[in-house]
């Protein structure tokens, strides 16, 4: 099912509001896809302008900085430690934007969106 991102058909009052046209298809927002822990898997998509943007659906290595060394390693994600968005992604291996996984060289907090990004990048967490 698609999410329609367009105006309400309520005022905020509650009162209603007649729109002056129909739905469009620019309006339509994209499905909420997951980034799990797992064998490398993308999704392409294509957005307006004919451009393309790459969901992560699995994830299973992560570019991590060592704010110290300023030095970027590729590590594997072992599990998902904590998320701050969800606790029950913790308990489903779900990664986002925050949350604190951990990989061969320590805990490391995720700095990109995944399901807009298409790649996790991670800095470590002391």
Do not use: C
């Not at 105006?7 to 046209?21: A, C, I, N, V």
């Not at 822990?37 to 943007?53: F, H, I, S």
């Not at 968005?85 to 990989?103: F, S």
Request: overall charge positive.
């Amino acid at each position: 099912m698609a999410l329609w991102q367009g105006r309400s058909k309520r005022k905020p009052s509650g009162g209603r509001l007649r729109l002056g046209r129909k739905k469009r298809k620019f309006e339509i927002g994209t499905e909420q896809q997951f980034t799990y822990l797992g064998a490398q898997k993308r999704k392409m998509y294509r957005t307006r302008g004919g451009n393309v943007k790459a969901h992560l659906l699995q994830g299973e290595y992560a570019n991590v900085v060592d704010p110290e060394t300023k030095k970027i390693t590729r590590a594997k994600i072992i599990t998902v430690r904590e998320n701050p968005a969800n606790p029950n992604y913790v308990q489903r291996n779900i990664i986002n934007k925050g949350a604190v996984v951990l990989t061969e060289i320590g805990e490391a907090r995720i700095t990109s969106r995944p399901s807009q990004h298409g790649v996790l990048n991670a800095v470590l967490v002391k």
